[in-house]
């Protein structure tokens, strides 16, 4: 079958033969429909410093599908061929305290699937039952691809309440837009997004953000605050970006007394002025990995289904996995917000 693989330990990706992948008694065999690229796939085509450290070539590489059910293991019974499903492509070892403590999330020996192992940019990929999930009628089929990324975005969100408060995302990439859609359908008073891109700052409007500001601009701090209560700062905080400048700028913006989620994952060690920017100002912090098995799940459903959120207009682009090349380019200049690759021929 064709797959996009990382073969060597080099920049780029090629598109491989490979075989169709075996399956175990407890596992499914899933004909990829559409898949969504990620930041990760980024970082692991460009061979920077994290996936040198990470990732083991030979890999099939992508871990946001869905998909078809072709075949399944003999004790599998709560999946049949033509199921429409997409997977939780962190597979814990399903035995460990977290495992069994209802926080596989964050299992010790978990393995990403795309990263640890054999990832969804194929004709086929092969994932324990366990972590497949049935998609509901309903859902359109390129925004169960990217419930990965929708489920760290929710999971991100709903680490506080943010009901009836002030909400700030910092970064409108894919997850952060999600954020923006999810904390304003989650009743928050006010989603105020801070994005130097322009195309993406106004993505943020369209998809919850009520105001949406460029953090090169002058004077920007002191408008945002003039969206909060007394000129505070925001309730809520939601790091999407990553980067050390975007960390900092949610400890300022935050108010005192205020949450302050970090999602986005800066590729070296940031420094903090922790008295000034979270002791004194009693901030409370909250690391956000991956997506909670599966509460969070059940949440990106019934969002959809329930509030009618609709995630389409942040895949800005759909194409052939053949077209891969470009659409990395695309990403890599930060021309592309969701990238869907479709599989089938
Ligand atoms: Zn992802
Ligand atoms: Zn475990």
Known sequence: ????????????????????????????????????????????????????????????????????????????????????????????????????????HICRTMKIIGVDRNGCFAHYISM??????????????????IFDPYGNAMHTVMAQPVNGRTVAVIGAGAIGLMACAIARAAGALQVLVVEPQEHKRKLALETGGGFAF???EEGWEQSFRGHTP??????????????????????????????????????????????EEIIFKAVTVRGINGRLMFQTWYQCERFLLDHKLDLRPLITHQCSYRDYLDAFDLLEKGQAVKIVLNWEE
């Open 230 to 275: 007394d000129e505070i700062g925001a309730d809520v905080v939601l790091e999407m970006s990553g980067s050390a400048a975007g960390i900092h700028t949610a400890f300022k913006m935050v108010r005192p007394g205020g949450d302050v989620a970090l999602l986005g994952i800066p590729p070296t060690a940031v420094g903090l002025n922790l008295a």
């Open 1 to 104: 079958m064709p797959a996009l693989v990382k073969a060597e330990s080099a920049r780029g990706m090629d598109l491989k033969q490979v075989p169709i992948p075996e399956i175990g008694k407890t596992d499914v065999l899933i004909r990829v429909q559409k898949t969504g690229i990620c930041g990760t796939d980024v970082h692991i085509f460009q061979w920077d410093a994290w996936a040198a450290g990470r990732v083991k070539p030979p890999l099939v590489v992508g871990h946001e599908f869905v998909g078809v059910v072709e075949r399944v293991g003999e004790a599998v019974e709560e999946f049949k061929p033509g199921d429409i499903v997409s997977g939780e492509g962190h597979i814990g070892c399903g035995h460990c305290y977290f495992c069994r403590t209802g926080q596989g």
């Open 128 to 145: 324990p039952q366990v972590n497949v999930w049935r998609v509901k009628p309903g859902i359109p089929h390129e925004v169960a691809a």
């Open 214 to 216: 460029d953090p090169r």
